[in-house]
């Protein structure tokens, strides 16, 4: 029996994979490791920390005693930042965590992947998983950030990523096969509509529509006509609004803000208020230094009642088209309660 937790579900940590001088961040460093401070310190209130490498003394420097006793370091080369595409997927295999390691080819063979794509198999090596076993799913191109799962058997996901030719070339009944296969599930909710210029992950649902319970999902709606995506998130709510439980509920619906237009270098950014991060006890929601702000952390506290909702900011992130949740991938607790 299998099943992929739901990032709600309790953690024992959460990866971040760091920047460095030999990263598209080079001419930004300063700005971006700011950013990844912050998000770190707010991770290591509430749970323990993995930090991907080059060098650990360049990243200790950032943290106090008490908090370098919460952080592991993995020194390894890598290629970019993006620790939600390129880390392991944990999956329970008959209660038993079993840490999946999937193909990443730079989001459809975009950008250079050859570093980030061993550092899961490096990380099994160096006992980093603890108990957790390592599954070798090579032949499979997946992104942590393509997929949405409840922990009961649901997956979210988006056609436009999942069916790309530059990733695995299949059809939409093949890859849902193969879905279901590795994770155990018993429904695969496939959204057709919905997009935000400058992404380059051809639309990951983590920018566009998140499951915070079994029966909730916040999604971002444009209330803008005049906006470009005005039509395709439209579209998009039409679907989400189909969409059922297993028990054959709909779900309940969270509108989160459309953030307001970023440029930078002339190309508007793919700022999202989507992109927030589950963890123990908080949800650490992307921010953008705009009034909207406020409204998204209010709307996503009626999704999670019982959380601290944080905001800290991310318009460094953007700068390289991705956000908060992007950088970060959680690994849920060994033993399912």
């Not at 005049?226 to 579209?235: G, R, S, T, Y």
């Not at 589950?278 to 230094?289: E, S, T």
């Not at 009642?305 to 991938?329: F, W, Y």
Request: aromatic letters at 10%; glycine letters at 6%; hydrophobic letters at 35%.
């Amino acid at each position: 029996m299998k099943n992929l937790p739901a990032e709600w579900d309790e953690q024992e940590f959460v990866q971040l994979t760091w920047p460095h001088s030999e990263t598209d961040w080079a001419e930004m460093l300063d700005e971006v490791n700011e950013c990844f401070v912050n998000i770190a310190k707010v991770i290591l209130r509430f749970e323990k920390l993995l930090i991907v490498c080059v060098d650990a003394e360049e990243v200790e420097c950032f943290f106090t005693e008490d908090e370098l006793d919460k952080i592991t370091f993995a020194e390894m080369p890598t290629n970019d930042t993006w620790a939600r595409d390129h880390s392991g997927i944990t999956v329970f295999e008959d209660d038993k965590p079993v840490v999946y390691d999937f193909t990443f080819n730079g989001w459809g063979m975009k950008f250079a992947a050859n570093y980030d794509n061993l550092i899961t198999r490096k990380l099994y090596m160096a006992g980093i998983f603890g108990d957790a076993g390592h599954k070798n799913c090579y032949d499979f191109i997946l992104e942590g950030g393509s997929i949405e799962s409840d922990g009961e058997g649901t997956l979210l996901t988006t056609a436009e990523c999942l069916l790309s030719d530059n990733r695995n070339n299949l059809s939409e009944d093949d890859i849902e096969e193969k879905l279901k296969e590795y994770f155990g599930l018993k429904q695969v909710l496939w959204l057709n509509h919905g997009y935000l210029a400058g992404d380059d992950t051809d639309s990951h649902v983590d920018t566009l529509v998140r499951l915070c319970d079994r029966s909730t999902m916040a999604y971002v709606r444009c209330e803008d006509e005049a906006d470009e995506h005005f039509l395709e998130l439209k579209k998009m709510k039409k679907e989400l609004r189909k969409f059922k439980t297993p028990e054959g509920r709909y779900y309940r619906l969270i509108p989160l803000p459309m953030a307001d237009e970023v440029y930078y270098e002339g190309e508007r950014l793919p700022a999202t208020y989507a992109n927030f991060l589950i963890i123990n006890g908080a949800v650490l929601m992307p921010a953008y230094n705009s009034p909207k702000d406020e409204i998204a952390k209010e709307q996503l506290q009626k999704a999670f009642p019982d959380r601290e909702i944080i905001g800290i900011n991310c318009n460094a992130l953007i700068k390289q088209h991705g956000s908060l949740h992007c950088v970060t991938m959680q690994y849920p607790k060994q033993t399912l309660e």
